[in-house]
């Protein structure tokens, strides 16, 4: 029990640095720049908070990596396959999330030779500086469809294990499920500013989550529920 109760915490330690780490990486300090019309001359200038955009985001990635490396022996115990469904979405995830980050700073040195460069020689660079932003977002469309698709397998074993009030179950399997609607419209093209504005939910559940399990932990019939489960199995 004693052993669960420190993995909880750890767990709600990081679903609540994922999401600032996000926050302040993508919203922040990335989009605030990638976003721009000049942000091909905007970047030389904000190198460093570019550069600290990609390592927020990256450790983003890893907090939720973690999250499924510490989550996955208890689900294990009861739901093997769901489990391992689990961690494979957090690790492709974090690969998606890298190859986004990589984009992001090619960017400084292709800017650079854009204020650089001739005139007449600008626009090819600014092809290039479309094609980065191009593969960044495609990028971060897997990472979002990824998250959603993990975050569906997580809170299942969290609303049948009983780990958490269900309540807080079901309200991560609507925000997971509003947010994958969201990208798979976005991958054919299609835009709701009313739907992504409902992608608040997915982060008030994971911040509440984290809060929740800081300060109450996980069931301990629930954890005792899962040891007994192992044991039979065994």
Do not use: C, H
């Not at 939720?64 to 689900?75: K, T």
């Not at 739907?195 to 109450?216: Q, Y």
């Amino acid at each position: 029990m004693t052993t669960s109760r420190t993995t909880a915490r750890i767990v709600g330690a990081l679903f609540l640095v994922s999401n600032v780490t996000f926050l302040l990486g993508a919203v922040v300090f990335l989009e605030s720049i990638l976003g721009a019309q000049d942000y091909l001359t905007l970047v030389p200038t904000k190198s460093a908070q570019v550069v600290t955009g990609a390592l927020l985001e990256l450790i983003n990635g890893v907090a939720y990596l973690a999250i499924a490396a510490l989550m996955f022996p208890i689900f294990a115990r009861r739901f093997a396959s769901m489990a391992i469904g689990y961690v494979a979405f957090r690790i492709i995830e974090f690969v998606m999330q890298a190859i986004s980050d990589i984009s992001a700073l090619s960017l400084l040195t292709l800017s650079g030779q854009f204020t650089s460069a001739a005139s007449q020689s600008q626009p090819s660079y600014q092809a290039y500086g479309a094609a980065l932003l191009a593969d960044r977002q495609s990028a971060f469309l897997m990472v979002t469809i990824t998250f959603a698709l993990g975050a569906l397998l997580l809170y299942t074993m969290l609303y049948r294990s009983r780990l958490i009030p269900r309540f807080i179950s079901v309200w991560g399997l609507i925000g997971a499920s509003v947010v994958l609607a969201t990208a798979v419209m976005d991958v054919y093209g299609i835009s709701m500013e009313s739907l992504d504005a409902l992608g608040f939910i997915m982060l008030l559940n994971e911040l509440f989550l984290g809060v929740w399990l800081i300060v109450k932990g996980f069931s301990s019939s629930a954890i005792a529920s899962l040891s007994s489960a192992q044991n039979i199995a065994a």
